[in-house]
């Protein structure tokens, strides 16, 4: 016999096994992530682009690339540069003009270990405010910690700008931005999502009740590595 259960895990799985008569025999145990992105195997040397104006995506297209872009680990782009996240923990940026990319510059983290950014395990990235909001895999919360652009440096304290209380389920995000004052994420089944978000003084926040289904159309998969907006 097979048997399956759907858990939520806190990044370690536990199994247990009893029995009540004669000794049973397990052949094998499968663990399935159905949070995961869904990516190409191996190398993805392309970046996909399509136009979008808030609720039309126009037609889905390749843009080759020398960066293997599935290492990536959330993605925002401001004042003509894009950083991201990487697979190794560190965060880079590279100037982005002309529809080619230029070197790859480290950002600071101040040798923050994973326990207080756990950059490897970002699912999405914004920048808003002077302030950098992420999200990470399997956690239902919205983060945020202090950023500045012109020294490329990434605040040490982690906040919480939204917690699991709110119903927006940001442990499944798998891409995320702002644009024209509205927060989109896409989940893993490929769909993306709309959010109202009220900027603050001392943080942005979601609005409650605002999740609204932006795209199901499984010929458009939204779940991404990085998602990031360029403005016309």
């Known amino acids: 016999t097979m048997r399956a259960f759907d858990i939520t895990s806190d990044g370690s799985v536990t199994i247990s096994f009893t029995h009540n008569k004669d000794n049973p025999e397990i052949n094998a145990i499968e663990l399935i992530d159905s949070d995961a992105t869904p990516v190409t195997p191996g190398e993805q040397l392309w970046l996909a682009h399509r136009t979008f104006d808030g609720a039309t995506a126009g037609a889905w ?47 600071n983290l101040h040798n923050l270990a994973p326990a207080y950014f756990d950059v490897a395990n970002v699912t999405g990235m914004f920048l808003q405010g002077g302030r950098l909001y992420y999200t990470l895999r399997g956690q239902d919360r919205l983060y945020y910690r202090y950023f500045t652009f012109e020294s490329r440096s990434v605040g040490a304290v982690q906040f919480v700008a939204d917690g699991p209380s709110t119903g927006f389920d940001w442990g499944s995000v798998c891409g995320l931005t702002l644009a024209g004052g509205t927060l989109y994420l896409a989940r893993a089944n490929g769909t993306l999502w709309s959010v109202g978000w009220t900027p603050g003084l001392e943080r942005g926040t979601p609005v409650g009740g605002s999740l609204s289904l932006v795209s199901s159309d499984a010929g458009q998969q939204w779940a991404s590595r990085g998602m990031f907006v360029l403005n016309p």
């Open 61 to 107: 297209a390749k843009k080759t690339s020398s960066i293997d872009w599935s290492r990536a680990r959330g993605t925002f782009y401001t004042n003509g540069t894009l950083f991201y996240g990487w697979d190794t923990g560190k965060m880079y940026s590279r100037i982005f003009s002309g529809g080619s990319f230029k070197s790859a510059k480290l950002v």
